[in-house]
C-alpha cells in the first residue's frame, strides 16, 4: 500500500489593521498672475493630473450663440502661437499626456493627465494654450462641424432627448438651462472663429481662473515650475458678473416625446433642490441613495426584481450650479427605460414607491447599506489623482471650502434613518414631479393618463 505524502501548509496571513482614511486636503497658494493653485501630494501617484476652472459659465454666452463656450473649449487644443494644431497633438502624445476640456453651466474645464517625469513639458503645453490659442478659422469650422454632425444623434438617443426636454420644461425659456448645454443646430451654425476669440477676451484671465494639481510631486518645486508656465498667462482683472438665481416650475405634468413604434420608453422625472450649501445636502444624498442609487434600492427592488419591467432605474442628485447665497440648485431626478406595454404598470408601481416611503419612511438596514456604499468604499473611488482633483476642483467651482469632500463622509456616516427618509420624501414628493417619456404615444398615452399624476401632453420627436 502507497504511503500518501503529506504536506506541510504556510500559515494563512491574518488582515492587518484597517488604516484611517480621509479625502486629501489640498495646499491653496496663488501665482503673481491671480491664478489660484490648489495642490496635493499623492505619493505614488505617478500620473499627475492637472484640473484648470474658467470662469466663462454657459449664461455668459451671447445671444443666439448657445454652444459657443463647448467650441471655445474644443478649440484650446487646436493649436497655439507655437504650435498649429498637429503639432501640439504630437506634443502632447510625445509626452504620454491627454488633454480634454468641455464647458458646463459653471464654466469650462480644461482636464491634463501626464506622466509625472514629463510634468514640466505638459504644464508649458497647457500654459500655451490658455496664454495663445490660435482659434484659427480652419480649425474652429472644423469643430463647428463636428458639433452639427453630433447634434442629431444626440436628437436620436432616448435619453439625451429624455434630458433636452425636461430641461425645456423646467426652467423659463429666458434662462440659458432651458436649452441645451452645448447649443443647437441653429446656434451653432453662426459660431465662427472672431466669436470664439471675443468670448476668450471676455471671459478666460488667470485672475479668475483656479488650478488643481494632484500626484507625486516629489523632489517638484511645483511653485517655480507653475511660476515658469502657468505663470506666463497674463490677463486683466475682471469686474464681478452677477449670476442669475436657478428658476423652476416642478407642476406635476407629463410630457410624452413620441417615437411611433419605438418597443421601449425612456423615463426621466425630475424637478430642482437643494444643492451642496444646503445642511439638507447629506440627508438627501443618502436618501436618495437608498431610493434608487444602485441595485438593491427600492427602486430596483421593485420595478426590476419584483415585476421585471426593466433593467433598472436610477435616482440621483446632480448639482446644476451652486451658490453660497442659496441662489444654486441640483437637479434631483429619476431614471431608467421600460418596455412599451408595461409603462404605466410602471409608473403606477414607481409613484407607489414614492408613497410608501412617505407612509412608512426607511428602514434601519437600507440606512446600513447606504452608508457602507457611500462612505466604506470612497478609498477605491479616489485611488487616482484625476478623481481626488475633478472632485477638488468641484468644491472650487461650486464655491465649497477645501474640506467640504471629508466633512461630507463624516456627515452621512452621522445621518440617521429618520432624517434620510424625510429629505428623500422631500426631493421627490409625488404631486410636484415633472415627467418625461420618450417612446410610442399611441400606446403609453391612455395608460399613463389614467395614473393622474398630472396632465398629459405628446410632442413631436425632431
Known amino acids: 500500500m502507497t504511503e500518501l505524502a503529506t504536506m506541510d501548509f504556510h500559515p494563512q496571513p491574518l488582515a492587518g489593521e484597517a488604516k484611517p482614511w480621509a479625502?486629501?486636503?489640498?495646499?491653496?497658494?496663488?501665482?503673481?498672475?491671480?491664478l489660484t493653485v490648489l495642490h496635493c501630494h499623492r505619493p505614488g501617484q505617478q500620473v499627475v493630473a492637472v484640473?484648470?476652472?474658467?470662469?466663462?459659465?454657459?449664461?455668459?454666452?451671447?445671444?443666439?450663440?448657445?454652444?459657443?463656450?463647448?467650441?471655445?473649449?474644443?478649440?484650446?487644443?487646436?493649436?497655439?502661437?507655437?504650435?498649429?494644431?498637429?503639432?501640439?497633438?504630437a506634443?502632447?502624445?510625445?509626452?504620454?499626456?491627454?488633454?480634454?476640456?468641455?464647458?458646463?453651466?459653471?464654466?469650462?474645464?480644461?482636464?491634463?493627465?501626464?506622466?509625472?517625469?514629463?510634468?514640466?513639458?505638459?504644464l508649458g503645453l497647457l500654459a500655451d494654450a490658455l496664454r495663445?490659442?490660435?482659434?484659427?478659422?480652419?480649425?474652429?469650422?472644423?469643430?463647428?462641424?463636428?458639433?452639427?454632425?453630433?447634434?442629431?444623434?444626440?436628437?436620436?438617443?432616448?435619453?439625451?432627448?429624455?434630458?433636452?426636454?425636461?430641461?425645456?420644461?423646467?426652467?423659463?425659456?429666458?434662462?440659458?438651462?432651458s436649452r441645451p448645454r452645448q447649443g443647437t443646430a441653429e446656434t451653432v451654425e453662426k459660431i465662427d472663429s472672431a466669436a470664439v476669440r471675443a468670448f476668450y477676451d471676455k471671459h478666460v484671465r488667470p485672475a479668475t481662473a483656479t488650478a488643481v494639481v494632484v500626484?507625486?510631486?516629489?523632489?517638484?518645486?511645483?511653485?517655480?515650475?507653475?511660476?515658469?508656465?502657468?505663470?506666463?498667462?497674463?490677463?486683466?482683472?475682471?469686474?464681478?458678473?452677477?449670476?442669475?438665481?436657478?428658476?423652476?416650475?416642478?407642476?406635476?405634468?407629463?410630457?410624452?416625446?413620441?417615437?411611433?413604434?419605438?418597443?421601449?420608453?425612456?423615463?426621466?422625472?425630475?424637478?430642482?433642490?437643494?444643492d451642496r450649501h444646503d445642511r439638507v445636502w447629506p440627508a438627501q444624498v443618502l436618501g436618495t441613495y437608498c431610493l434608487g442609487g444602485t441595485l438593491t434600492s427600492?427602486?430596483?427592488?421593485?420595478?426590476?426584481?419584483?415585476?421585471?419591467?426593466?433593467?433598472?432605474?436610477?435616482?440621483?442628485?446632480?448639482?446644476?450650479?451652486?451658490?453660497?447665497?442659496?441662489?444654486?440648485?441640483?437637479?434631483?431626478?429619476?431614471?431608467g427605460s421600460i418596455d412599451t406595454p408595461n409603462?404605466?404598470?410602471?409608473?403606477?408601481?414607481?409613484?407607489?414607491v414614492l408613497r410608501t416611503l412617505a407612509a412608512e419612511g426607511l428602514t434601519d438596514a437600507e440606512r446600513d447599506v447606504a452608508v457602507q456604499n457611500l462612505v466604506g468604499v470612497a478609498p477605491l473611488k479616489f485611488e487616482t489623482a484625476a478623481a481626488v482633483a475633478s472632485?477638488?476642483?468641484?468644491?472650487?467651482?461650486?464655491?465649497?471650502?477645501?474640506?467640504?469632500?471629508?466633512?461630507?463622509?463624516?456627515?452621512?456616516?452621522?445621518?440617521?434613518?429618520?432624517?434620510?427618509?424625510?429629505?428623500?420624501v422631500n426631493a421627490f414628493p409625488v404631486d410636484r414631479l415633472v415627467t418625461v417619456l420618450v417612446g410610442d404615444a399611441a400606446q403609453i398615452k391612455e395608460p399613463v393618463e389614467a395614473l393622474g399624476i398630472g396632465e398629459v401632453k405628446v410632442v413631436t420627436a425632431e
Open 23 to 34: 479625502f486629501p486636503a489640498p495646499e491653496r497658494t496663488a501665482l503673481a498672475n491671480g
Open 51 to 89: 484640473e484648470i476652472l474658467l470662469d466663462a459659465p454657459l449664461d455668459a454666452e451671447p445671444a443666439g450663440l448657445d454652444g459657443l463656450a463647448t467650441i471655445m473649449a474644443r478649440a484650446f487644443t487646436e493649436g497655439t502661437d507655437k504650435h498649429s494644431a498637429e503639432e501640439f497633438a
Open 91 to 122: 506634443e502632447l502624445e510625445r509626452c504620454g499626456a491627454t488633454l480634454d476640456a468641455h464647458a458646463d453651466h459653471p464654466g469650462v474645464r480644461i482636464s491634463l493627465e501626464i506622466p509625472a517625469s514629463r510634468l514640466a513639458k505638459g
Open 132 to 177: 495663445a490659442p490660435a482659434f484659427a478659422d480652419s480649425e474652429v469650422e472644423r469643430l463647428v462641424r463636428n458639433r452639427l454632425d453630433e447634434i442629431p444623434h444626440e436628437l436620436a438617443n432616448p435619453s439625451r432627448r429624455a434630458a433636452k426636454e425636461l430641461s425645456k420644461e423646467l426652467f423659463p425659456a429666458t434662462a440659458r438651462m
Open 215 to 274: 500626484g507625486d510631486l516629489t523632489g517638484v518645486d511645483l511653485d517655480a515650475l507653475l511660476g515658469d508656465t502657468l505663470g506666463t498667462w497674463t490677463g486683466s482683472a475682471a469686474e464681478p458678473r452677477p449670476v442669475p438665481p436657478v428658476t423652476a416650475d416642478d407642476t406635476g405634468r407629463v410630457v410624452i416625446v413620441d417615437r411611433p413604434g419605438a418597443v421601449q420608453t425612456q423615463l426621466l422625472i425630475g424637478r430642482i433642490g437643494a
Open 298 to 335: 427600492r427602486l430596483d427592488r421593485v420595478l426590476r426584481e419584483e415585476k421585471g419591467y426593466t433593467y433598472g432605474v436610477r435616482a440621483f442628485g446632480q448639482v446644476l450650479r451652486s451658490a453660497p447665497d442659496g441662489s444654486g440648485a441640483a437637479m434631483l431626478a429619476i431614471s
Open 343 to 352: 409603462t404605466g404598470p410602471a409608473l403606477d408601481d414607481l409613484w407607489k
Open 391 to 424: 472632485t477638488l476642483a468641484d468644491q472650487v467651482e461650486q464655491h465649497l471650502p477645501d474640506d467640504y469632500q471629508a466633512t461630507l463622509y463624516q456627515q452621512l456616516a452621522a445621518t440617521g434613518t429618520v432624517e434620510a427618509t424625510a429629505a428623500a
